[in-house]
């Protein structure tokens, strides 16, 4: 009886709202409101335009209508993958472009992200779960979600749905790979996986995108960069043997590849081209890698040449690269494939499609999804205090003169040589190098400091000290533990490393003074 008299409750409702009509009062949603301006400035793929968009000409209607024809080609092909994979069949078809409909399914393929799934099972969520006590980056990963395709309608409204999964994607991977950690320019990429893919396999596409030697990003995003140096490198080297003249022109205004190239290599040209141009570029770099970097450089350099060489300076020209070619490429996107193509076995007959194999130094060096402990780790109680730590400072602690301890790992050997020896004294060395003063006032009183110690010439600082609060120590040289302290110390010349501490409490002031010594020796 309840059931039917809820059936006649909105039954009756459905029928007042056509009987009320538009008048005052009526209740319409924005979605089913045909003024609702979001329906109207929205294009096929998500992005919000800030004009109303107009109705689509015969060539798009056309093309899109071929996208749809072919449909069931890729239904086909991905009910039978295996026969598929590595056929010339699949490459003439993603050249031609994969469906809309069709990119998350197929760029998995691609990815092969179902057997890293099941290899990796249950490894995101333990990745994320520990990137809420241990992720360094999560601050920076907050800001750049808030401003990332925040045009599109996925990612428009804070802390929705995508909002949430890039956030969790980004912050996951910052502890999976812990060499890379974060780096502004991933979050795009990743936004860019969920728009086609759900969170956790967009996750693993970052990770595979990352690692496997097919794309080998992470080179692009280490310290130093090292493989966008030598993707630079050879770009130059593509444009002096294949667009000589071009490169004497920007060359002459001053125009470094460094200007233009960075979002090219880093994200694969998303945002520097248009979209839809872009998305076809990222199914050619899901099958051929990463040579499409250097592929798709060339293509839009050669294309554009004219107008290039037509701006006379270096602002003309940089703006050209980075705002008139993603807004106004010049031509459909199929044309700019036909040519690629066409660039491709150019490059191929001078063998300078690729940028050569991957250096030692943009490898990962440390393991991936390492796991993450629940608590702080222990001190090793076999290993003694003289070797392991040092008294760098003391704190007032009412009238008490308390120690603080910290650990000092030994320094790492520079690469290619064999380790230095290394022995720790409580004691100055008898005759220590040339020292100078570190205090304008007074030279007797002042601490003495080597001289070239570290690149910022500077010992250790002291923040925040307080008679209620012990001091925070911030190490001034990234280096300063890590490696040896000279660089000409060979393998058979131990180093002896000499460290004093004095803390000096006045009790009238109640503040604190610290005067650090640090001295070194090379012996033969």
Same mark, same amino acid.
């Given at each position: ?37 979001i329906?109207?400035?929205t ?11 107009q ?12 996208e ?12 039978k ?8 069949k ?9 469906? !809309? ?22 490894k ?5 779960n ?6 360094p ?47 502004q320019g ?7 996986l ?20 097919k794309?080998?990003?992470?080179g ?7 493989k ?17 003249k071009?490169?004497k022109?920007? !060359?002459?205004?001053g ?35 990463e ?25 003309e ?55 993450h402990p ?69 030279s007797?009183?002042?601490s ?35 490696r040896?302290?000279?660089?000409t ?28 010594h640090?001295?070194y020796?090379?012996?033969?």
């Amino acid at each position: 009886m309840d059931e039917e008299d809820s059936v006649d409750k909105e039954r009756r409702a459905i029928i007042e709202k056509y009987d009320r009509g538009r008048e005052n009062g009526a209740q319409i949603d924005d979605w089913e409101n045909p003024e609702f301006s979001i329906y109207h400035t929205t294009d096929r793929y998500g992005f919000i335009h800030n004009e109303r968009l107009q109705k689509r000409n015969a060539e798009e209607q056309k093309r899109i209508q071929l996208e749809t024809d072919r449909e069931w080609k890729w239904i086909k092909m991905k009910q039978k993958w295996e026969s598929y994979r590595n056929g010339e069949k699949l490459r003439q078809r993603i050249f031609k472009g994969i469906p !809309d409909k069709f990119r998350g399914p197929f760029w998995a393929f691609l990815l092969e992200l179902e057997p890293l799934k099941i290899k990796q099972k249950g490894k995101y969520e333990e990745m994320l779960n520990a990137s809420r006590d241990y992720s360094p980056d999560v601050r920076q990963i907050d800001l750049d979600v808030n401003r990332t395709y925040r045009d599109h309608i996925n990612f428009r409204d804070r802390f929705n749905t995508s909002q949430k999964s890039l956030f969790n994607i980004l912050c996951a991977y910052s502890v999976y790979n812990s060499e890379v950690g974060y780096c502004q320019g991933m979050s795009q990429i990743a936004a860019l996986l969920l728009m086609y893919l759900a969170e956790e396999d967009a996750f693993w596409g970052l990770a595979q995108l990352m690692s496997s030697p097919k794309y080998a990003m992470h080179g692009f995003f280490i310290n130093g960069f090292p493989k966008l140096v030598r993707f630079q490198a050879h770009h130059d080297k593509v444009l002096r043997k294949m667009i000589p003249k071009l490169k004497k022109h920007l !060359d002459k205004h001053g125009v470094d590849s460094g200007l233009y190239t960075l979002k090219w290599f880093f994200q694969c040209f998303l945002d520097r081209v248009p979209f839809e141009l872009a998305l076809r570029l990222w199914d050619i770099y899901f099958m051929d890698g990463e040579r499409v970097l250097i592929i798709g450089a060339y293509t839009i350099l050669k294309l554009h040449s004219k107008q290039l060489l037509a701006r006379k300076n270096m602002d003309e020209i940089v703006g050209y690269i980075q705002s008139k070619i993603p807004d106004e490429f010049g031509m459909e996107s199929d044309r700019v494939i036909e040519y690629y193509q066409e660039f491709t076995r150019e490059l191929q007959n001078k063998k300078l499609d690729t940028a050569g194999p991957v250096e030692e130094k943009e490898t990962p060096t440390k393991p991936f999804g390492m796991p993450h402990p629940s608590s702080p780790p222990k001190r090793n109680p076999s290993l003694r205090p003289s070797t392991t730590a040092s008294t760098v400072g003391h704190h007032l602690m009412g009238s008490r003169v308390s120690p603080i301890r910290i650990r000092v790992p030994p320094p790492t050997p520079p690469r290619n040589r064999s380790p230095t020896p290394i022995a720790y004294s409580a004691s100055p060395p008898r005759s220590p190098p040339r020292v100078r003063s570190t205090s304008p006032s007074s030279s007797s009183s002042s601490s003495p400091k080597v001289r070239n110690f570290s690149p910022s010439n500077s010992p250790p600082r002291i923040q925040n000290a307080s008679p209620n609060s012990p001091p925070k120590f911030r190490n001034s040289s990234p280096s300063l533990s890590r490696r040896p302290i000279s660089p000409t110390i060979g393998s058979t010349s131990p180093a002896v490393i000499s460290s004093r501490i004095q803390g000096n409490a006045s009790s009238s002031s109640n503040s604190l003074a610290l005067r650090v010594h640090v001295t070194y020796v090379q012996t033969s």
